[in-house]
């Protein structure tokens, strides 16, 4: 029986490129201090279109962490320093309008009153999280939110997931990890945990099916899905 479920943000819990594609251009503009030809550098060395406001599938933004894109900008950033960088794109991301998958507050809300412990595992900083979650009006309903800050490690290695489960108290198989990425699915692998894919981030079904349990078309239908592990 799946007892908890430990969530990634971006991608699952809110829409990808609904959130950070519009994002982007305003932050590039900001860590160029307003020079559009080096905004326009950061975002061919981030894999961006700003014009469509698209990220490439193989962009870090979508599953590396924040000191990882980072460290990817840094050559194109003369005089400053990668810890600076990660801390203005940290501080950039808390302000992103978030735009919900679906409806959080219901959707969660219901899981929770199942009696589903809820965790968060993301990429992107512990303290961005933790405002997003604010922001959707669901921040109560998590019982464990977890970044790349956190002393758990990132995606894909197992940390998050295993530190959930252990402040639960609870065996790997005995919560379920909900991503939008392979390194999601690396991340359940390795922590002996079941996966399941949404696609609600920018990997398409047929990426994600080798690599989670099951993949669904957003959170909204997991009910349904834990019905069928009855």
Do not use: C
């Not at 460290?71 to 735009?99: C, F, M, T």
């Not at 968060?120 to 970044?147: C, M």
């Amino acid at each position: 029986m799946i007892a908890a479920l430990i969530f990634d943000k971006d991608g699952t819990l809110f829409d990808f490129t609904a959130t950070w594609g519009g994002w982007a251009r305003s932050a590039l503009v900001a860590l160029a201090r307003g020079d559009a030809d080096l905004a326009a550098r950061l975002a061919t060395a981030m894999r961006y279109d700003p014009v469509a406001g698209l990220f490439a599938p193989d962009s870090t933004v979508i599953a590396g962490t924040t000191a990882e894109v980072a460290e990817l900008l840094l050559p194109h950033l003369p005089g400053r320093q990668a810890a600076e960088i990660a801390a203005e794109l940290n501080a950039l991301s808390a302000q992103a309008e978030q735009v919900p998958a679906v409806d959080l507050p219901k959707v969660l809300g219901a899981l929770h009153g199942r009696g589903l412990r809820l965790g968060l595992a993301t990429n992107d900083s512990e303290a961005s999280a933790r405002a997003h979650l604010a922001g959707a009006g669901v921040a109560d309903l998590f019982d464990f939110v977890a970044g790349y800050d956190s002393g758990h490690g990132a995606k894909p290695g197992p940390g998050q997931l295993l530190a959930f489960a252990g402040a639960q108290g609870l065996a790997p198989a005995e919560v379920a990890m909900v991503g939008d990425s392979l390194h999601d699915a690396a991340a359940a692998r390795a922590a002996g945990m079941a996966s399941v894919g949404v696609l609600t981030g920018v990997a398409p079904r047929d990426v994600l099916e080798p690599a989670f349990d099951v993949v669904l078309p957003d959170i909204a239908a997991l009910s349904g899905w834990l019905e069928t592990r009855r």
